[in-house]
């Protein structure tokens, strides 16, 4: 999969996309069948098919999308087209009285869930997200933050 063109390919690209912005929409019509190999349909408006056939020709002299982004995206149409829906991540519940413990920038940081929140440091808290937001100064997901999100949906931050 190519990735960079030659700087005279680059130019002569650039150049064949800006004129996209002269053609009249019949011109475009047929400048698309050429890129696309079939007639537009007469809904697609001026800026779409501008922007359709650059996409096609930056497509072809960079090259397309990796296979494995082709492949998701044909699972998600096929999951969308048969009325399924990708599935959510689950998320953990820690029931009152649990203890979780999250160790953040050398310090381990203890939270009691409540029946009506959760308890850190002596002070009730609506939320894990309110604690998690104490402890680093930035917001973040509660239940990310103390690991109730399952592992393979973890990707930010090195949570387990």
Do not use: C
Not at 81 to 107: C, D, F, T, Y
Not at 126 to 148: D, K, N, Q, Y
């Amino acid at each position: 999969m190519k990735r960079r063109a030659p700087a005279m390919a680059r130019e002569a690209l650039a150049a064949e996309i800006a004129g996209l912005s002269k053609l009249g929409i019949d011109e475009l019509r047929e400048r698309w069948k050429a890129v696309y190999g079939k007639t537009p349909s007469w809904e697609l408006g001026r800026s779409f098919l501008t922007r359709a056939i650059a996409h096609r020709l930056q497509e072809r002299a960079y090259g397309g999308l990796k296979p494995s982004t082709r492949r998701l995206l044909v699972r998600f149409g096929e999951e969308t087209a048969s009325g399924r829906s990708p599935k959510k991540p689950q998320n953990r519940k820690a029931q009152s009285g649990a203890i979780l413990v999250r160790e953040w920038q050398g310090n381990a940081h203890r939270v009691t869930m409540l029946d009506d929140g959760v308890s850190f440091n002596g002070k009730r808290y609506g939320s894990l997200s309110e604690v998690a937001r104490e402890i680093t100064g930035s917001r973040w997901s509660g239940p990310r933050f103390f690991g109730l999100r399952l592992p393979a949906m973890e990707t930010n931050h090195g949570t387990p």
